[in-house]
């Protein structure tokens, strides 16, 4: 059984920073890609930023020089640090994780999500 806890979301003011932390357990073989997700309010899912095995990363238009993801593939972690935050990037953030359980099976999955509010 493989879990993914993210930890590190809460209130902070406009301009202000978090870093959010996804730590994956559990008995698998590797971790592939890793990602962060976001969905606020009333709209759909989607992409914050994605980091390889190999580290190279995606970020969406809304979040670049502002969010910097990194993972430590010794800990099984993922980090975001998200700086100069604004109200629209105010969302529930979950990690998600491409996990190889066996060398023959690969899953995707999901953290149960942690909450960011950017609000005076």
């Known amino acids: 059984q493989v879990q993914l806890v993210e930890s590190g979301g809460g209130l902070v003011q406009p301009g202000g920073a978090l870093r959010l932390s996804c730590a994956a357990s559990?008995?698998?073989?590797?971790?592939?890609?890793r990602g962060w997700y976001r969905r606020a309010l009333g709209k759909q899912r989607g992409l914050a930023e994605n980091?390889?095995?190999?580290?190279?990363?995606n970020y969406a238009d809304s979040v670049k020089g502002r969010f910097t993801i990194a993972r430590d593939n010794a800990q099984n972690m993922v980090y975001l640090q998200m700086n100069s935050l604004k109200p629209e990037d105010t969302a529930v953030y979950s990690c998600?994780?491409?996990?190889?359980?066996?060398?023959?099976?690969?899953?995707?999955?999901w953290g149960q999500g942690t909450q960011v509010t950017v609000s005076s």
């Open positions: 998600v994780a491409d996990v190889h359980p066996t060398r023959w099976e690969r899953h995707n999955y």
């Open positions: 559990g008995s698998f073989c590797r971790i592939g890609d």
């Open positions: 980091i390889s095995s190999d580290g190279t990363t």
